[in-house]
């Protein structure tokens, strides 16, 4: 009886959880491609790097295993912490004066919508087209002595040109540069953004007396506040891993610039010139977990007001 | 209603703000001065670069014809390879970057499976992970293999793109419901055959994004086959160019005549993106707000 009762519902269980079975593959088999690459390109290397890490090959006594001396060597290493200090100071610079270019010009074309105002835009946002290293040469042929405007320019006035390929100035040189790559890209975004805000909102806020400055600070940024995280969360990671300007740069600012001027330079120093494939992994690594711990932490911080991470 | 009172209700819908669109203009000629620059000194042999002329303005003779024939010659005419070679690394490391990332972002967003939330979880945190950061351990890696110095080892890094799928997991998850994929399973349409005569048509706008997105990010790239490539003829463009300056910085007497070449060489590397920008903008324009967008 009881054989003859169950055996439909069994048979019902069993084939619910076949298709959910089915279905479960079939979505393992969309992500399986991606996922390959992932744990080729990704998780290998740096399990790979954090193994090499552990190690010190030595002219006498071949190689050894250190556990973490070459991380505390990095962590006491004027060099790695000199990197890690400037791209930190460029960061605190560079990140609210992008943001500050890019919300600034994304509004205004958010009001003003002339011809000129979308030519504008899309003129603003052309740098991004420009690879960092033409964007970098571009500058320095503008910075340089031999072939800018700058000296000429100045010059009308009596003046002397200002040199920002010069040890004082390089860090203005490389903030005006990143600025001019990438406060588009920002911009475009936080457009987008702006464009996609009910403007029956304005009207509302008009009607009860606001002005467009009220306006702007008490709807438009706090509505676009998630875009304006994701923008911050782009620049920090950018930053944090600065390369290629100054790696271009180093030849035409002959001496402001040095092999150790950035985390990542070093470490590419350490890698290539000197072959020192274990330092250079340990700084790789740990300039990976420094970037993560600071952007996670970022994260978990505007959590509330962000949409990339809730 | 007559016309003068027709005028005053139209007038403060459209003001112009005058103000705002000067600023706006010198902020255009701030954006667009390197590229003037380039365009200006492209045309100059070395006599007129260094010759004390205006920075920004014309010599007296216009070399753009000389200085591409000395561009497109010089070492055998191996400009013209470096541009090749980054239109190949950017295309096929885009497209693959890109198919990946699709079918990825459908499987997130679309399926329920075991170990989903977990894997999506690592996902956002490796979009946290610096991409350079992986350069040098991938290197190692990669010459364990000996496949650095080959264009795999360019290829194979630029198809990770976590933010690509990301961006497409987001998309699909509002773009298509979950009701119209029923439909077309009732109808007996198999789940591959669902992916793509329904919902990829529907993803068309993200799809392009993310294209384009990696193609930049592909075409752009500089620390990822400077690491991997020692062979000059696997060179992109902006490798090729890196070094060529190097070069030049580095004897300052000898180097003059190349300088003509690496400013005309800069102004003919960025011409491609910059079309593909221009011709591109009806898609790019709202795709680039996917990810910002809740």
Redesign the interface.
């Known amino acids: 009886m009881t054989t003859q009762l169950a055996r439909p519902i069994v048979d019902r269980h069993t084939s619910a959880r076949r298709a959910?079975r089915r279905?479960?593959?079939?979505?393992?088999?969309?992500?399986a491609?991606?996922?390959i690459?992932?744990i080729?390109?990704?998780v290998?290397?740096?399990l790979?790097?954090l193994y090499?890490s552990l190690f010190q090959t030595k002219m006498i006594g071949g190689t050894q295993f250190v556990l973490l001396g070459n991380y505390f060597k990095a962590f006491t290493d004027p060099s790695f912490l000199d990197g890690i200090w400037f791209v930190a100071r460029f960061s605190l610079v560079l990140i609210p004066l992008q943001m500050a270019v890019s919300l600034g010009?994304a509004l205004?074309?958010d009001?003003?919508t002339?011809k000129?105002?979308r030519?504008?835009r899309?003129?603003?946002?052309?740098?991004?087209?420009?690879?960092?290293?033409?964007?970098a040469?571009?500058?320095g042929?503008?910075y340089s002595k031999?072939?800018?405007?700058l000296a000429?320019l100045f010059g009308v006035f009596g003046l002397a040109g200002p040199d920002f390929l010069s040890r004082d100035l390089i860090f203005f040189g490389l903030l005006n540069i990143v600025t001019?790559q990438w406060a588009?890209?920002y911009m475009?975004?936080l457009f987008?953004?702006l464009?996609?805000v009910d403007p029956t909102l304005y009207e509302a806020a008009r009607i009860d007396g606001a002005n467009q400055w009220q306006i702007v600070w008490r709807i438009k940024i706090p509505l676009?506040a998630?875009?304006l995280v994701?923008?911050l969360?782009f620049a920090l990671?950018g930053t944090?891993?600065f390369?290629?300007e100054p790696?271009?740069l180093r030849?035409?600012a002959?001496g402001s610039i040095s092999a150790d001027f950035t985390p990542?330079m070093y470490?590419?120093q350490q890698?290539?010139a000197l072959a020192n494939?274990n330092y250079?992994?340990a700084i790789?690594?740990a300039?990976?977990a420094v970037?993560?711990v600071f952007?996670?932490l970022f994260?978990f911080i505007t959590r509330k007001r962000g949409?990339?991470?809730s | 209603m007559t016309a003068s009172a027709l005028r005053t209700q139209r007038r403060p819908r459209r003001p112009r703000y005058i103000a705002l669109q000067v600023l706006l203009g010198f902020l255009v000629v701030y954006f667009l001065v390197p590229f003037w620059w380039v365009i200006v000194n492209g045309s100059k042999s070395a006599a007129g670069l260094f010759g004390g002329g205006s920075a920004l303005w014309f010599a007296d003779t216009i070399n753009y014809l000389s200085n591409f024939g000395e561009l497109f010659t010089y070492q055998d005419g191996i400009y013209a390879r470096w541009l090749l070679n980054s239109a190949m690394y950017a295309f096929v490391g885009g497209i693959g970057a890109t198919v990946l990332a699709v079918a990825a972002g459908y499987g997130f967003a679309k399926y329920q499976f075991g170990g989903r939330r977990a894997s999506f979880a690592i996902l956002l945190g490796s979009v946290m992970v610096p991409t350079t950061a992986l350069v040098i351990p991938t290197f190692i890696l990669f010459s364990q293999f000996g496949i650095t110095n080959t264009i795999w080892a360019v290829i194979l890094p630029t198809l990770l793109n976590p933010f690509g799928v990301y961006l497409m997991h987001v998309y699909t998850r509002d773009a298509v419901p979950d009701e119209l994929l029923d439909a077309a399973r009732v109808d007996g349409a198999g789940e591959f055959r669902i992916f793509y005569q329904v919902a990829l048509p529907m993803l068309r706008p993200a799809i392009v994004t993310v294209l384009l997105l990696s193609v930049v990010s592909s075409w752009n790239n500089y620390f990822l086959p400077l690491a991997m490539l020692s062979d000059n003829r696997l060179y992109p463009v902006t490798v090729g160019i890196g070094l060529w300056q190097g070069i030049a910085s580095a004897n300052n007497s000898g180097g003059t005549s190349l300088w003509s070449i690496i400013i005309l060489g800069s102004l003919v590397s960025v011409i491609p993106l910059v079309i593909a920008f221009l011709s591109l903008q009806r898609y790019w324009q709202g795709g680039l707000s996917i990810g910002s967008l809740k």
């Not at chain 1, 899309?122 to 964007?135: H, Q």
């Not at chain 1, 031999?146 to 405007?149: K, L």
């Open positions: 959910a279905r479960s593959i079939t979505g393992w088999s969309f992500v491609p991606f996922a690459v992932f080729a390109m990704l290998a290397p740096l790979y790097a090499l010009v205004i074309l009001l003003v002339t000129f105002a030519f504008s899309l003129m603003i946002f052309l740098p991004y087209a420009i690879p960092a290293v033409i964007g040469l571009m500058w042929f503008l031999s072939f800018g405007p000429e001019w588009g890209y475009i975004i987008a953004a464009q996609g676009i998630p875009a994701l923008i969360v990671i944090l891993q390369f290629n790696q271009i030849y035409l002959a990542n470490a590419y890698a290539f494939y250079g992994s790789s690594f300039l990976g970037v993560f952007v996670y994260m949409s990339f991470l």
